[in-house]
């Protein structure tokens, strides 16, 4: 490999496994919007990633049963900086930058059923809901990080609200492989806390629960670690593990199974 190609594709891998790393903690929840990421698309220029990830962890957040899950990747970004894909959501990257990215953007809250654990019976569906929200990412160096997201409109009132924040940080083992390191946690209003870990009256008679109130706090912690491997300067594979906490009223509610949770990644993208 020519050095040329070599530091580009150092420049991208660096993104991409940022990209990767920050979200597998969520993807393993079915939650994948809680950083906006760039994944190796350079910027002023039409790119995109396309792939398939395979995802083990928890049911449910609070959940003791864990589930394999197969998804399809697909994330696309225009020169103009409009993105589309389903780790990103739809929106708009005002920045126009490698070193930070803000913007807007359109995201989904996937819910939760409760045919999906006999905990859940008796407690409704949560139905799928649009966010709306912005996020805020900034490159501290030497292959730190900071990342921020903001997301309202989940929950069956529309009323829930999500901001998460985190750290990743990407280091060369060798010409191809990438050891990718990061933290993050998420902080939830009443409206979220209570539709995900409270239970009502109504709920408590149905469901045989106690009745809960859950307030407004962090939602949990959380730690990762992947290990990506690139094929070439498009193609790559990559493996992960994320262990989360829940924390305050999700960790002490009655729905909560099991506070501590491990969830696994593997997955394998191309750049277009």
Do not use: H
């Not at 020519?2 to 580009?8: D, G, I, L, Q, V």
């Not at 998460?164 to 933290?183: A, C, I």
């Not at 409270?198 to 990762?224: E, H």
Request: charged share 15%; proline share 2%; aromatic share 12%.
């Amino acid at each position: 490999m020519k050095p040329a190609k070599s530091k580009t594709l150092s420049a991208l891998t660096a993104l991409s496994i940022s990209g990767l790393l920050l979200g597998l903690s969520g993807a393993a929840q079915a939650q994948a919007f809680d950083a906006f990421r760039n994944y190796g698309a350079k910027i002023n220029e039409d790119g995109g990633t396309v792939g398939a990830g395979a995802f083990y962890g928890n049911k449910y957040r609070g959940s003791k049963d864990q589930e394999w899950r197969v998804l399809p990747l697909l994330d696309y970004r225009w020169a103009n900086g409009f993105f589309a894909g389903t780790r990103n959501g739809l929106g708009y990257d005002f920045s126009r930058s490698e070193g930070e990215q803000y913007g807007l953007r359109i995201t989904a809250d996937l819910g939760r059923d409760e045919t999906g654990n006999p905990r859940l019976t008796g407690l409704g569906d949560i139905q799928i809901r649009p966010e709306i929200g912005g996020f805020f990412n900034y490159s501290l160096g030497q292959g730190l990080q900071f990342t921020s997201s903001l997301r309202y409109g989940s929950g069956n009132e529309r009323k829930g609200l999500v901001a998460d924040l985190g750290l990743s940080y990407v280091r060369p083992l060798s010409q191809q492989l990438y050891l990718g390191l990061g933290g993050g946690l998420s902080v939830v209003n009443s409206n979220y806390m209570q539709e995900y870990f409270g239970v009502t009256s109504a709920q408590a008679s149905s469901s045989g629960l106690a009745a809960s109130q859950a307030k407004a706090g962090v939602r949990d912690v959380r730690a990762n670690v992947l290990l990506s491997y690139y094929l070439s300067q498009r193609m790559g594979v990559s493996f992960g593990i994320s262990a989360s906490q829940l924390q305050g009223d999700a960790k002490n509610s009655p729905i909560t199974e099991k506070t501590s949770s491990v969830s696994a990644l593997g997955g394998f993208s191309y750049t277009f």
